[in-house]
């Protein structure tokens, strides 16, 4: 696993929606910046990231924007494997350049950069 990312839930089921109270309590809607990781028998299966928090990673289920990653988590469950979620909060930075302050988003470079690296099967669009 990749070093300082926590579980945040599972999917166990299909068609249902993933276990995550026991990890992240009820922090579903808590709007933080995150990459996340899905994890099937120890290997990292998707990474994403969002600004929308934990709601996210936790609604792939029901997203039909997202077919691949929702077929491939029905198709997982279906056959008795779990999807672990993982996550870890990536701090959006302010920087000064030349004088203008800039806020920059950190998650999606980060995200990328872990892409290049794990080539995850599920990621990239049908």
């Keep these: 696993m990749i070093k300082n990312f926590k579980k945040i839930g599972e999917y166990v089921s ?3 929606d993933p276990i995550y109270e026991p990890y992240i ?3 579903k809607y808590k709007k933080v910046p995150l990459v996340y ?12 990231e ?3 928090g934990y709601s996210r990673p936790l609604s792939y289920n029901k997203n039909p924007i997202m077919s691949r990653q929702k077929n491939a988590i029905y198709q997982e ?3 008795g494997n779990i999807i672990e979620i993982y996550a870890l909060i990536v701090p959006n930075i302010s920087l000064e350049v030349n004088g203008t302050n800039v806020d920059s988003y950190l998650a999606q470079d980060y ?4 892409i290049k690296k794990h080539k995850p099967e599920w990621n990239g669009r049908l």
């Design 14 to 16: 299909p068609d249902e």
């Design 25 to 27: 309590g009820f922090n």
């Design 37 to 48: 990781l899905f994890v099937v028998n120890k290997k990292i299966k998707y990474i994403g």
């Design 50 to 52: 969002t600004r929308r």
């Design 77 to 79: 469950t279906k056959n």
């Design 111 to 114: 995200e990328k950069a872990l």
